[in-house]
């Protein structure tokens, strides 16, 4: 059982900032890695950043140079700081958690860019 809740979202001016969490919890043995989707209305869900249990990242072409992925393990949260933000952004971020082979989703949290 592993429970994820995001925060931070909202309404943000374009150049603007934001940082997204997600903290998990439950019962979790091991994490492969934790990442950021976003989905916008009519659009495939895609992969906005991710960071596997060593560290690694990764970053949608889209978003590299605005955005950063980074973690705090001892509390099971991950964190997207985004910066620069423009209308395009403007999308349902969910966080995603890999343990053991499995998939776990957070319920989402709307991000508007606009001005």
């Known amino acids: 059982q592993v429970q994820l809740v995001e925060s931070g979202g909202g309404l943000v001016q374009p150049g603007g900032s934001l940082r997204l969490s997600c903290a998990a919890s439950?019962?979790?043995?091991?994490?492969?890695?934790m990442g950021w989707y976003r989905q916008a209305p009519g659009k495939q869900r895609e992969l906005v950043a991710s960071?596997?249990?060593?560290?690694?990242?990764n970053y949608a072409d889209s978003v590299k140079d605005r955005a950063t992925i980074s973690r705090d393990s001892a509390k099971n949260t991950v964190y997207l700081q985004m910066n620069s933000l423009k209308p395009e952004d403007t999308a349902v971020y969910y966080c995603?958690?890999?343990?053991?082979?499995?998939?776990?989703w957070g319920q989402g949290t709307q991000v508007t860019v606009s001005s």
């Open positions: 995603l958690l890999n343990s053991y082979g499995l998939n776990y």
């Open positions: 439950g019962t979790i043995v091991s994490i492969y890695f």
């Open positions: 960071i596997t249990s060593g560290g690694s990242t």
